[in-house]
C-alpha cells in the first residue's frame, strides 16, 4: 500500500483510538509563561533568556516555554554550554521549563524542503531533551499551497509529523501542535491530524487566540481532550472581531472536560510587556484559583 493509499484509508476510518490524551480525571492547573509575551525585548537584546527565567521566579510562575527564536543563532542549535546555563537557572530558581518551539512549515510542496524542516523539529527536540524540557511547540504549514487541496496536503504532512513524533519519542520529548489560524484554521482540522498521526507522543497545544472559525469556546471545549498545553491569550476571535476572554468560561471548560498540566499563558498587549503579562497574570490567577 503507498503513501497515499495509506492515507485514504486513514480518513475514510472512523476516529482512532489512542489519540485522546490520557490522564486522571479531574483539575489541576499550573500557570506558566511562554516566552513570546517578551517577543520584542527579545528578539531586540534589551531582554535574555535568563531575565525571563528570573522575571517567573520573581512572579512565582511555575514554568516557563522558552521558544527557539530567542536562543542565540536559532535556526543552528545553540551551544551545551549555552542549553545547560539556562537549565541550571530555570532549576535554581525553582522554574519548569516545559519545553521549546520552532516555527516549521509542513505545507510545502518540495519534499527537499520538507526534509529541511523535519531536521530543525529534530534538532529542537534534542535542545529540549538538554533543557529538561517535555515538548517541542510546532506548527503545521503558513498557508495552503497554491494548486493543492487540503487532502493533498495532508498526504506529505501526517508522514512528516509522524517522523517527527518517533524522534520525539526516542528522546521522550512530546511534539505538541500548535493550530495557528494558519493552514490549520478549525478544532475540527487540528483533531483530524492528530488522529491520522496517532501517537501518544503527539498532541496539541491549544491556543485560544487562533480559533477564528465559530464560537472559540465551542472550539476550545472540542479540542480540550487532545491538550497537553495551552496557549491563553487576553482574547479570543468570533471571526474577525477580538473579544477579552472570558477565562471564568475557559475555566468552567476544563472542569467539565478536564486537564492537568501546565497552561502558558502568553500576553501580547501594546505597552511595557512586564506589566502586561503581571496584570493578565492577576486575572488569570483570579480565575484559575
Known sequence: MNRRDLLAGLMAGPALAGTVVKRRKG???KIGLNAYSFNKALLNGTMTLH??????????????????????????????????GVKRAAWMNGVTIG????????????????AEQIQLVKDWVDVAAK?????????????????????????????????CARYGASKGVLIGL??????LKTAAETIRVVELVKSDWFSVILDV???RQGDPYAEIEKLLPYASNWQIKEH?????????IDLARVRGIIDKVGYRGFTPIEAL?????????????????????
Open 27 to 29: 483539575t489541576r492547573i
Open 51 to 84: 531575565e525571563v527565567i528570573d522575571f517567573c521566579a520573581q512572579n512565582e510562575l511555575d514554568g516557563v516555554d522558552l521558544t527557539g527564536y530567542y536562543f542565540p543563532g536559532y535556526p543552528k542549535v545553540p551551544s551545551d554550554e549555552f542549553i545547560y
Open 99 to 114: 519545553g521549546t518551539g520552532v516555527r516549521n512549515d509542513f505545507a510545502l510542496p518540495s519534499p527537499v524542503a520538507r
Open 131 to 163: 533543557l529538561g524540557g517535555t515538548m517541542v511547540r510546532v506548527f503545521s504549514g503558513r498557508e495552503m499551497p497554491a494548486g493543492h487541496t487540503f487532502d493533498q496536503v495532508l498526504e506529505w504532512m501526517i508522514p512528516a509529523f509522524q517522523e
Open 178 to 183: 500548535q493550530h495557528h489560524d494558519d493552514f
Open 209 to 211: 487566540g487562533s480559533l
Open 236 to 244: 479570543v476571535w468570533y471571526g474577525k472581531k477580538k473579544v477579552e
Open 269 to 289: 498587549g501594546e505597552g511595557d510587556p512586564k506589566e502586561i503579562v503581571k496584570a493578565f497574570l492577576v486575572k488569570v490567577r483570579k480565575a484559575f484559583a
